[in-house]
T-cell receptor, first 113, second 113 residues
Framework: AQTVTQSQPEMSVQEAETVTLSCTYDTSESDYYLFWYKQPPSRQMILVIRQEAYKQQNATENRFSVNFQKAAKSFSLKISDSQLGDAAMYFCAYSPTGNQFYFGTGTSLTVIP | NAGVTQTPKFQVLKTGQSMTLQCAQDMNHNSMYWYRQDPGMGLRLIYYSASEGTTDKGEVPNGYNVSRLNKREFSLRLESAAPSQTSVYFC????????????FGAGSRLTVL
């Protein structure tokens, strides 16, 4: 079975500070993709960042970056200079090179002004 | 640029009633998906369609049926709604293997009384 675990149901961060959201996954595949999706109160799911497992370099998108540890099957999301608009539910997701996508249970991020 | 459109956005049903959630995408994507989102459980795959003419069960298919009407449209039907099907439903699409990015609709909140 392929599973995704987000062990932090809730996190909070002070505005302008940095926060890291954790994600681990279980797979026997060697080639796959990992994602972080953001779900604000509007309910719309928005892709934040994507990592391809065969790439050793960690993906970055502006203030968002990941720490991808393939051997440890860990994929954490770092948000730098947190903004009020970053407040949302964040989902980690895994996809092997096929049609299946597996999601974690989510981490609710609160940004404190 | 509509992306993925799903209707209705909200629906209240009585136990035993039937209904169909509609989904359409205008990105010429091959693969389409139906997920349900419940508190503390993340997104769970109900059914997916890897390509026009094919459908496969996901993690929680019981009580649901799907139809891939054409490449654009993928509907989800509840034949006899139960309170356990109260949830937020998301349709998503992907270009297919190798592209591996899901684009989501805005979600449909279904309440079964």
């Amino acid at each position: 079975a392929q599973t995704v675990t987000q062990s932090q149901p809730e996190m909070s961060v002070q505005e302008a500070e940095t926060v890291t959201l954790s994600c681990t996954y279980d797979t026997s595949e060697s080639d796959y993709y990992l994602f972080w999706y953001k779900q604000p109160p509007s309910r719309q799911m928005i892709l934040v960042i994507r990592q391809e497992a065969y790439k050793q370099q960690n993906a970055t998108e502006n203030r968002f970056s990941v720490n991808f540890q393939k051997a440890a099957k860990s994929f954490s999301l770092k948000i730098s200079d947190s903004q009020l608009g970053d407040a949302a539910m964040y989902f980690c997701a895994y996809s092997p090179t096929g049609n299946q996508f597996y999601f974690g249970t989510g981490t609710s991020l609160t940004v404190i002004p | 640029n509509a992306g993925v459109t799903q209707t209705p956005k909200f629906q209240v049903l009585k136990t035993g009633q039937s209904m169909t959630l509609q989904c359409a995408q205008d990105m010429n994507h091959n693969s389409m998906y139906w997920y349900r989102q419940d508190p503390g459980m993340g997104l769970r795959l109900i059914y997916y369609s890897a390509s026009e003419g094919t459908t496969d069960k996901g993690e929680v298919p019981n009580g649901y049926n799907v139809s891939r009407l054409n490449k654009r449209e993928f509907s989800l039907r509840l034949e006899s709604a139960a309170p356990s099907q109260t949830s937020v439903y998301f349709c998503a699409s992907s270009a297919g293997p190798g592209a591996n990015v899901l684009t989501f609709g805005a979600g449909s909140r279904l309440t079964v009384l």
